[in-house]
C-alpha cells in the first residue's frame, strides 16, 4: 500500500519551493501538459472557493483532456499514494462547488473533456464527456436542427450535465429525472483500468446507449454519489421535441392550502398526465428571483421584516407558494392535460393559470401599454418568470433560478446576470440541505413546521422548494442564504445548517445528496449499508486514491 508522506512533501529546498511539491508537478505536467497543471495558489483559487465558508485547499490541480491522460493521472496518485479529487465543470452550487472533500487533495479538473463524442439523431440520444455543459449541449442539437431538446436544471448554462448526473440531480422535463435516462457509462478505476458498463464492454455491442442494464449485475449507479472512479464517458437519453408546450403556474395565498394542492396533483404525476417535474417553491424562491436582501428597508438584519415581506410578495404577483410544471405533447394532448388540472384543482384554493407562448407575447405587448404602472410591473414580472420556465422546458438553460444564492450578498447582482452566475466566485453564502419526503400535503406542512423555526432561532429567511421528482415523491431544496463578509452570520449559518440537517435526518426525511461538509457526519456503526460501501471502495481503490472521504461516513 502507497501511503503518501506529506512531511517529505513539504520539505522546503533551497528555492523556496518543496522538492515533492516539484516532483508531482513536474510528472503532473509531463502527462497534460505545463499550462494545464498547477501547485501556485492564485492558479487554484477557485478549487478553494465556496458557498460554504471554510473550503480546505488543494494540494494541487491539474487538468486531463483525454482518457488517456486521465488513466496517467490516476497511475501517478497509485504511484505516490496521491489522494485525487475529480470534478467536472465545479459547479456542484450549495453542495461543495469546486473543492474537494478533505484537505490536500489534487484536484483532477475534467473541464477540458468537453467532446460531445456523438449524437445519434434517429434514436434520440447523445454520448458526452464530463467536461459538456447544459449549453454547449444545447447549442449543438440547435446548431444541427435536431428535433430533440435536453432536460435542463436551473444550475445555469455552464454546469456539467455529467456532473449534475452522477449527484443524482434532477431537472424540468419529462426527463427531468435525469439517472433513469442514462446508458452506458466508461469508467476509469483506480488501478487505471478502463471500464464499460452495460453493454459497452461488449466489442460491437448495438444497443449500449438505449438498454441500460446489459447481462449481469447493473452497477452503473455505484459510479453515482460515490469515489469508486472517475467517470469520463456517459450515454444520455435527449427529450422529443414537442409539437405543444404550455405552461401553468398555481398561486396560493395561504401556507396551509398547499398541502391540499399537493394531494390533487399527485394522481396526475401517477398517471402520466403531469410528465414533467413539478416545482413547488415558497414566496421567498420567486421573490429572489431578480433582487438581493432589501438592506435599506430592514437594516442590521438578517431576516425580512413581515411587512416588508409583504410588500414584496405583492410587487411580485404571487402568494405563499407557486406550483409550476410544464404541460408537454401534442395541442390535443395539451388541452387534456389543461382540463384534467383545472378539474383536480376545482376543489382547492389554488389559483391556476396556463401559458402558452401567444399569450407571453400578449403579455409583452400589455406590459409595454402598462408602462412603469403597479400593474405593468407586476405583469412584467410575471413575463420574466414565464419566459425563463418556457426556455428551461424546451431545453435552454439560464441562470435566472440562481438568484436565490445572491440574497444575502452586499453587493447587486452582477454584471452579465443570469448569463455569468457563479455563486462561489461571487463571493456568496449559500447552504443547500435536500431531503425527499412522500408526495403527501401532510408531510410538505410536517417538514415546513420542523425547520421553519429553526430558521428563525437561527436568523434566516426560510427559502424551499418541493419537487414532484418522481411519481410518489417530493425532493425539498432547504437553502440557508448568508453573508459571508459577515463573521457572525457565517457561525449562525452554520450552526443553523447543522441543526436542520439533523432534524429532518431524525425526522426521517433523509437528503437525496449531502454536501461536502456533511459526508464525514453519515453515521456508519452498525450501518450494514455503509459497512457494504466500505468493502466495495477496498476492493475497487485499495489505497483510498480517489476522493477519499467522499461520501465516506466518519471520514473527511
Given amino acids: 500500500m502507497h501511503i503518501f508522506d ?50 480546505p485547499p488543494p494540494r494541487g ?45 489534487l484536484i483532477v479538473d475534467l473541464g477540458r473533456m468537453n467532446r460531445i463524442v456523438t449524437v445519434d439523431a434517429e434514436l434520440g440520444y447523445a454520448v458526452i464527456e464530463p467536461g459538456v455543459t447544459q449549453q454547449q449541449l444545447s447549442d449543438y442539437l440547435q446548431a444541427e436542427k435536431l428535433d430533440w431538446w435536453i432536460d435542463c436544471t436551473g444550475a445555469g448554462p455552464d454546469t456539467s450535465f455529467m456532473g449534475n448526473i452522477l449527484e443524482r440531480g434532477f431537472g424540468h422535463s419529462p426527463y427531468g429525472n435525469r439517472l433513469q435516462h442514462v446508458s452506458g ?26 438498454f441500460p442494464y446489459g447481462v449481469g449485475p447493473f452497477i452503473d449507479g455505484m459510479f453515482t454519489q460515490s469515489n469508486f472512479g472517475i467517470v469520463t464517458r456517459i450515454g444520455i437519453w435527449l427529450v422529443p421535441a414537442a409539437a405543444c408546450v404550455n405552461h401553468f403556474l398555481c398561486t396560493v395565498s395561504d401556507h396551509v392550502d398547499i398541502a391540499a394542492v399537493v394531494d390533487a396533483l399527485r394522481p396526475l404525476r401517477m398517471n402520466g398526465t403531469l410528465r414533467s417535474i413539478v416545482h413547488i417553491g415558497n414566496d421567498l424562491r420567486v421573490i429572489s428571483g431578480g433582487r438581493v436582501f432589501p438592506r435599506s428597508l430592514a437594516p442590521d438584519q438578517s431576516c425580512l421584516p413581515p411587512a416588508v415581506r409583504g410588500a414584496m410578495r405583492e410587487a411580485a404577483a404571487v402568494g405563499a407558494w407557486t406550483v409550476s410544471g410544464a404541460l408537454y405533447g401534442s395541442a390535443a394532448q395539451v388541452a387534456a392535460a389543461r382540463a384534467a388540472i383545472t378539474k383536480a384543482l376545482r376543489g382547492t384554493r389554488a389559483q391556476t393559470a396556463f401559458l402558452s407562448e401567444r399569450k407571453l407575447r400578449w403579455g409583452g405587448v400589455l406590459a409595454r401599454v402598462l408602462g412603469s404602472s403597479r400593474a405593468g410591473q407586476r405583469l412584467r414580472a410575471q413575463l420574466g418568470l414565464g419566459e425563463a420556465l418556457f426556455a428551461m422546458n424546451r431545453g435552454k438553460p439560464n441562470g435566472r433560478f440562481l438568484a436565490g444564492a445572491y440574497w444575502r450578498r452586499r453587493a447587486a447582482l452582477p454584471a452579465g446576470f443570469p448569463l455569468r452566475a457563479d ?6 453564502g449559500m447552504l443547500w440541505i435536500s431531503p425527499v419526503l412522500p408526495m403527501r400535503g401532510a408531510d410538505v406542512l410536517e417538514l415546513h413546521a420542523l425547520v421553519e423555526p429553526l430558521f ?54 433523509i437528503p437525496y445528496r449531502v454536501g461536502n461538509q456533511s459526508m464525514g457526519q453519515l453515521d456508519p456503526h452498525g450501518d450494514v449499508y455503509w459497512e457494504t460501501v466500505a468493502r466495495i471502495k477496498k476492493a475497487l481503490d485499495p489505497d483510498g486514491i480517489i476522493a477519499p472521504g467522499r461520501y465516506e461516513p466518519g471520514r473527511t
Fill in 61 to 105: 490541480g491539474g487538468a486531463p483532456a483525454t482518457q488517456a491522460e486521465v488513466v496517467a493521472v490516476v497511475r501517478l496518485g497509485a504511484e505516490l499514494g496521491l489522494p485525487l479529487y475529480p470534478l467536472s465543470t465545479g459547479r456542484n452550487w450549495g453542495y461543495g462547488d469546486a473543492c474537494a472533500v478533505g484537505e490536500a487533495q
Fill in 456 to 509: 428563525a432561532a437561527h436568523g434566516f429567511d426560510l427559502f424551499v422548494t418541493f419537487s414532484m421528482i418522481n411519481e410518489r415523491a417530493l425532493g425539498a431544496v432547504l437553502t440557508i442564504a448568508y453573508d459571508k463578509e459577515d463573521a457572525d452570520e457565517v457561525i449562525r449559518a452554520k450552526k443553523c445548517y447543522r441543526a436542520v440537517f439533523d432534524s429532518v435526518m431524525n425526522a426521517g426525511y
Fill in 6 to 55: 506529506e512531511q517529505k512533501f513539504r520539505q522546503t529546498g533551497p528555492d523556496g519551493a518543496t522538492a515533492g511539491q516539484d516532483r508531482v508537478l513536474a510528472a503532473l505536467r509531463a502527462i497534460v501538459g505545463a499550462d494545464h497543471a498547477s501547485a501556485e495558489l492564485d492558479a487554484l483559487r477557485r478549487y478553494s472557493c465556496s458557498t460554504a465558508a471554510g473550503a
Fill in 423 to 428: 455563486p462561489a466566485q461571487d463571493n456568496c
Fill in 185 to 210: 457509462m466508461r469508467v476509469v478505476l483506480a488501478s487505471g483500468a478502463v471500464l464499460d458498463t452495460g453493454f459497452g464492454h461488449y466489442p460491437g455491442a448495438r444497443a449500449t446507449h438505449l
